[in-house]
């Protein structure tokens, strides 16, 4: 059974950072694409960034240069990168990931992922 469980979140300071992981398991093989979603209250859910399994990385425009998403060369630790953090990007972070393989602009466009974990909250505030 496929299971992605993140972690790695936790209230901060604005300025602060925080690397939020994602850990997959139960596959045979590597997953072709991979994202990283957030969700605040009364908001619609939000693309923060996505990895294919070449390693090829797309991010949104709302948190490009602040974040950065990596993939381990196994290819079960999907990692989020935050820096800079302000109070807006208090949500609750998921992980997603889908066994199709995708590359780039097609992992980034992706819309029917497979996979979700149950979130990691993030909290920034003074």
């Known amino acids: 059974q496929v299971r992605l469980v993140e972690s790695g979140g936790g209230s901060v300071q604005p300025g602060g950072s925080l690397r939020l992981s994602c850990r997959i398991s139960?596959?045979?093989?590597?997953?072709?694409?991979m994202g990283w979603f957030r969700q605040a209250p009364g908001k619609e859910r939000e693309r923060l960034a996505t990895i294919d399994k070449y390693g090829g990385a797309r991010y949104g425009d709302s948190v490009r240069g602040r974040f950065t998403i990596s993939l381990d060369t196994g290819g079960d630790l999907v990692d989020l990168q935050i820096d800079t953090l302000k109070i807006e990007d208090t949500a609750m972070y998921y992980c997603?990931?889908?066994?199709?393989?995708?590359?780039?602009?097609?992992?980034?466009?992706?819309?029917?992922?497979?996979?979700w974990g149950q979130g990691t909250q993030v909290t920034v505030s003074s």
């Open positions: 997603a990931a889908d066994p199709s393989n995708r590359r780039g602009y097609y992992c980034w466009d992706y819309k029917d992922f497979d996979y």
């Open positions: 139960g596959v045979a093989d590597s997953m072709g694409c």
